[in-house]
Nanobody, 122 residues
Framework: QVQLVESGGGLVQAGGSLRLSCAASGRTFSTYTGAWFRQAPGKEREFVAA????????YHSDSVKGRFTISRDNAKSTVYLQMNSLKPEDTAVYYCASKRSPTISSAAYDLWGQGTQVTVSS
């Protein structure tokens, strides 16, 4: 079964850190681009970060640049999102996604995880 499973979410105080993990089964991030999106209540889904399988190029949105870092471990078929200096506005459900294309854009992801809740208290 092809699926993505996120973990690592939780409740943290502002200024704290969390690391999200996205484990893939049935496909590998060595040949699929991995990405993180988030969606806060009442807001549209936001493209947060991506890492290309072919070039290892990364993208981070302006809202998280300098605080969040996407990375991958091909041997574990896992993509990570290290989140530092968390702010209350980072509170959202975070979703992992993957696609065959090596481009680090927000489009064309065909496999999604179930999401993990991140809550940042002030």
């Amino acid at each position: 079964q092809v699926q993505l499973v996120e973990s690592g979410g939780g409740l943290v105080q502002a200024g704290g850190s969390l690391r999200l993990s996205c484990a893939a089964s049935g496909r590998t991030f060595s040949t699929y681009t991995g990405a993180w999106f988030r969606q806060a209540p009442g807001k549209e889904r936001e493209f947060v970060a991506a890492i290309s399988w072919s070039t290892s190029a990364t993208y981070h949105s302006d809202s998280v640049k300098g605080r969040f870092t996407i990375s991958r471990d091909n041997a574990k078929s896992t993509v990570y999102l290290q989140m530092n200096s968390l702010k209350p506005e980072d509170t959202a459900v975070y979703y992992c996604a993957s696609k065959r294309s090596p481009t680090i854009s927000s489009a064309a992801y065909d496999l999604w995880g179930q999401g993990t809740q991140v809550t940042v208290s002030s």
